[in-house]
């Protein structure tokens, strides 16, 4: 079932290469990345799963 579910993702995303608004989409979420890691992670909480280490936090929950 997991498999379908990303596979619906992939095909989404594919699209976008041939339409060009599509991927402006795509841009946004990389640059917001770099940010989140400067204003250090651990103190922002706010998304800590882009973090990587807070990852393994949630089921340690």
């Known amino acids: 079932m997991a498999d379908t579910s ?3 993702d992939d095909a989404p995303t594919i699209v976008p ?3 060009p608004q599509k991927p402006e989409i795509k841009e946004p979420p ?3 990345k ?3 890691k400067q204003k250090n992670p651990g ?3 706010i998304n800590p799963e882009q973090t ?3 990852q393994p936090r949630k ?3």
């Open 6 to 8: 990303r596979r619906k």
């Open 17 to 19: 290469e041939d339409n």
């Open 30 to 32: 990389q640059p917001e």
């Open 34 to 36: 770099p940010p989140v």
């Open 43 to 45: 103190k922002q909480g």
């Open 52 to 54: 990587g280490p807070a």
């Open 59 to 61: 089921p340690g929950q």
